[in-house]
Structure formats: C-alpha cells, structure tokens
C-alpha cells in the first residue's frame, strides 16, 4: 500500500525491510540494537537501516539511501538524530563483489558460537539444509569464511573484501565474524531471509553435532 | 468460510493448510522454504504444497491439487511461477502404503539429530508421549524407520516404500530422513499436527535424555 | 463478557482455562494434545477440559462439569464427541486432598528429565524461584514427590494420593509422573499458572545445573 | 495517548513499562510473577510496579509512584490490594548511585548460570556484544558483580550498594544476585530494554561457551 509521495518512505521494499528486522529479531538475531539490513527498493535504490536503534521498531521513513558504490548517503532518515548503519561499509562491499541484492547483519549467538568451530572458516558438511544455499548440494562441503573482529564495524570491509575474492568460498552466501555475528546475502530481501533461516540452522546443526 | 466459486481456493482445508504451516515455521520445522504438507479437502482431492517458497506465507490459491495415485498435478497453483513440492512423490507413497490423509515434512534439527542415533531405525522407549500414536502404549519400545538421505527428494520414494513395507515399522507414522528430516503422517490434517507434535517431541527426548 | 443463558458456559472461568491452555501449549507443556487442566468458575463448579483435543483450540463450551467428589459429570461438553480428560481422576484427587482451586497437567519434557534426577523425589535447592511455593523460602530443601507411570492415567490416582498423604511432601504444590510429566495445581487458576511458571522454571533449572 | 486527569495513569511511560513487561515475560525474564521493572515518568515520578502479580497483565494504573530518594510512597497504584514490589529497595539504589532513568529484575535462568560461573564478579570476554554497554568496548574485560543472595529481596539493598561504589565494577549496568537472578539498568527504559537484551545475550553467551 503505497501512500507516499516523498519519496517512496511507504513502498514495498521499506515496509518489507520492516517486517524482516521484526522477524529477525523475534529470533534473537539483532539482540540489544544490533544487526541491521539493507536491500534495493523498486527504483534500485539501495536502502540501509540507522545505527543503534532497537531494529524491531524501525518504520519505513527510518531508512538511508546509500550509493552502493561510494557509500555515501544521497537520502537521510526522515529524523535528523538517526545515523546510518555502521554496516554500510560491508554492505556496499558485498554488493559490489556478490552483485546482491540484500544483505542482513546478525548478532546470533549460533553464528559467534558456530565460528568458534573453525581457524579461516568453518566446514559445513552432511546437511540436506545445504541445499537452500544457490549452486550448493547435500554432498558438498561447504566453507563459510571467518573474518576476524575488528575494535570498529567499519573496519571489518578489508577482511571481508579478502573472504569474497578468495575462490576456496566462492559458493558462499555467508561471512562470519569471530566474536560477533554473520552477513548473510542473496539476491533480494526475500531470499536472504531464506539464506539467513538457512545459516543459522547450518550454525545450530555443527556445533549441537559435534558437542 | 467458503467463498470461492473457481475450484475450491478458499476452502477450508486449503486455509487449515496455510494455518499448518504457518505454526510449523514457527516451529522452526520449514525453515529456509524447507519442509511442506499435503493433505484432502473435503472433495478427497489431494493438496500439495508449491517447492521452494517461504512457507509460512502461502495463501489457498497456492495449492496444487495432484492425483495421490499418478502424482499427475490435475490443477495448477494460481500463479505460474510455482511449482509443486518435491516431496510429492513421498507423499504419495506414504498415502497409498499407509492410508494417511495428510503429510508434513520437517527440515526439523531435532529430527536430524535424532536419526543420528540409529542405523536402520531409530528406537523410542519409556515415554508416556508414545500414546499419541495410534496402537502404541507407553511400554512399547517404538521403531521409527530411517531413511539415507538421496541427491534428489524424489529419490526417497524407494527407500520410503521400503520402511513401510517393513513390518518392523508397522506401528510408525514418521519415516526419518538422515541429514534431513522427518516425514509424518495422520488420517486427516488435525492428527497429521497432532502426530508432528508428538514425533518432534520424542526425537528432542530421546536425544536430550541419552546425552 | 457473560453472554450465555445455558449453564454459563461463556463465563469468565472457561474463558481464563481456554486462555491458560493456549498459554501452556505455546510453552510446549501440551503437545500433541497431551495435558489438561480443571478450575472451579464462579458458582465454585469444577470445569475439566476434555481428552484427545488440541488443547490451545479449545472454546468456553468445551468443558465437562465434574463432582470433585464424586468424580461424576454433571454436565457434559456442548458437543457430544467430546468425552472428559483421563486426568480427572487425579484432579478430583488433588483437589480433595490440597483444597486446590485448579489444576494443571503437563507434558513438559522439562518435567520428564528432572523426573529422571530422582527415586522417589526430586530435590530442589538454591534457587529464589523457591519463593514462589507457599510456605516455602529460598534457602528450604524442597521436595516435589515423584510417582511412578501407569498404562491408564486413570490409575495414577493411587500414587498421586500416597504421595500428598507423605509428610515429606507437605509443602509440594506439584507431583511429577515418570516418563510423563507433571500435575501442579494452586488455590486458584492464576495461582496454578504462577506454580505452572515456578516449577517449569525449575525443573528445567535442577537439571541444567547438575549437567 | 494521553486520556488521564488523575495523575497521569495512561501516559506514555506507564504504557511503555506495561509493554516492556509483557516483552520480558514473553523472553522468560518474569516467570511465576518474578522480576520486575520501574522507570520515570515525564513528570520524573518514579514509576514502580507492584510485586506478586503477573507482570505481563499490568495496567498503566498498577504503578506505584515513589520517592527515590526516600523509598516513600507518593501515590498508590489504583488497586488497594497492590504493594509496591520489594525490588524498591535495591531499584532506589542503583538510581541513587548511578543515575539510572530505569532499572529491571529478571528472573531469567541464564542470569542465575551465570552467576554460577564466579565468586565476586562473572568475568565477560571476547565479545562484539560488549560494545552495547557504555564505555566498554568489544577487547575489554568486562565485570559484572554478582552479590549473595539474602531471605528477603530487601536485605539485598547492602550488598548491592557495595557492588556498585566497588571501582572495580564502575562499566557495569548490571548486577548478578546469586541463584537469583540480576538487577539491569540504563539512562532511560529503552536503554534498559537495551542492556537487558545485552546482558542476557552475554550470560548464555558465556556459559555455553564454557560448556
């Protein structure tokens, strides 16, 4: 139900990107104001949640719009005290090396404890689930890369540049950061809300396994 | 509250399917567009859930009504763009061997982890929650077939046939998929949630209590 | 919002118990259409919820009125397949020998596990949560008794009554079945859940503590 | 939506506290009546709710107004047969010493296994997560002062006056109360809600990492 004339605040795409914080943090991915997401709206534009805001609450006039290749802002919120993701900087940097369409940002436990699991990365294998991931079957394994944290959000785009380029996770839709959480793509909102549901199931399923 | 007027769409059984799945997922048991269901309407036509979209979001126009003797879809979902499930084929064969009236599929970690702990079977013993299965007493020691996992879900239709015709397995009402999942049937859709609740019940008891 | 002239069945007792029951199956202690629960309504007539249904979907005219002495249904469900919860026996049970106002049964697994901690009782010690038992303080050694399962439900009523006429057991407000679950009950329907949220709360406590 | 002439009972604090509530006893923070919550108003009346009812039934009426300095009671809740909870006592102190705008009780059992992991203090490491306190960042060492439990929630008042003048501990916004549970604050309610979902995330974090 689009209403707005200001600059698309009501269309699909931001009322979508709503509804999944809602979701996502009902699953206790975006714990305590963290997490975020970003996807594209009808107009291409590339749409990316405020920093520091209990994600759950955020309604559609509460986006940036951010140039995915420069990262700069060319719309703010409609409040001036909201400041864009400090995301944005890995968010831009999936898009330009995955070509995605969305990428979400979550604080699960399971993803921290999943990534306690591996040194570079963390080996999926035995899972029919894997399927959900494109161009990934049952039988294969599957390498999700493990980027170190860093003391800023910011800085985590050089480690996560270096697991994109690197052809041992060119399946991968995910990136884990040690200590902090997962970005999780796909082409659009909808299926990285798939990729997302099948992640976290992937981080349960190895660690419950092997303890 | 039947409102149609082009081939059932609305009806009830279509709606109490959508209803299914949506407390399914959140159950966490299609997560990831996994997972599906089938079951009668009132006319005895056999509705089959669409492959491959976020289940909790189907409406009753989405079914696709199949010929549980051929599996020939005999109606079309509403919108081109679906497909029917991939389990059909399982589906199927668990209606015809078992004379159910409905069958869930679960992507179910608890499912996985419990067919981790047997070879051919899975045994379920000294559970009062084993009489919610038909024929079964609390004393009973309970075998629940299971199944390898195969590249394609169409394939388990062999190895499916096999568990049912086992009369080791004459009292189940749930095929274990390894890696997998589960299938889980009853003799309408009601007993088919009745029976996923028990069964996903059993796989986390026995699993908890041997650890 | 009193509405019925037939024997008071949309009265707010039946709609707190249908209430209650939505709330006890969304805490998985009803699965599979397992568990129950009876309260006295305002004309202090006992309403038992009945057998093999879905608990979470029941309505105000679902409940059986049961002489608590007796045991004998003085009015029955408004439609006629319903029969009474097997667990009336050891309702009318509690009842006589607590003066409890309500009772729960629960299917808990929580509840099955702490069962598997004791013989004839489960010790539960360290814990504030103990304050929500009367006539029980925080630093006290509690003791819930621990009955043996039967085939029949019906035929727990003998251990439940030796287990509350057990001074051991004076300051219980619950009784744990083996293999099954729990009865817990208060002097009324919001007092029975509080006790439903303690002892859950502590079953699951005791056992993940010792583990 | 402000409707109230007689103190201000159905403004927004009041409102926000009740939906503040209803969400920590749906996060199994408030089980069995547990636990608590109080914040200011917009006139800076200090709203408490009151104890040994259902937090998640609360109505904006069912606040105490209380002197924080004083522990007075300014204005009963609505109900005569309301008290004020008994965390007053240790919610005015941690106003009084750290300027906090809200403070919560949680009940939650995570709280109370992670006090199990400490004597004077549980040690947090190693965690983005930490970031979402003020003044901590995600390499500190992070202590969170657990004191010993007392027969009454108001004795608890002493241990926690010297938890919090202990310069060891001048980052926390929590305190840990031994097979209890833990005290929550921060400048204002949504900051609490904040650092409740922090700390609660940090407390399973740590233990099942330890596991």
Redesign the interface.
Known sequence: MKVSGDGGHDDRARQLLCEMLRLFYAN?WL????GGICGFDAEHRLLVAPTGV?KETLRPGDFFVIDPASGDVLQPADEERLRPSECAGVFCTVIGSRDAGAVMHS?A?DA??AA?LGDEWLTVR????LK?IPGV???DEHRVPIVE?T?REAELVHGVEQALADVRFSETHAVL?R???AYIWGKDI?ET???A??Y??LF??VR??RS
């Open positions: 206790n714990s305590g104001t963290g209990h604080h436990l921290v404890l306690d035995g899972f029919e689930m959900g079957i049952s039988s944290n003391p950061v200590d902090h959480g909808w809300k798939k990729h549901e099948v976290h199931w349960e399923a419950v396994r």
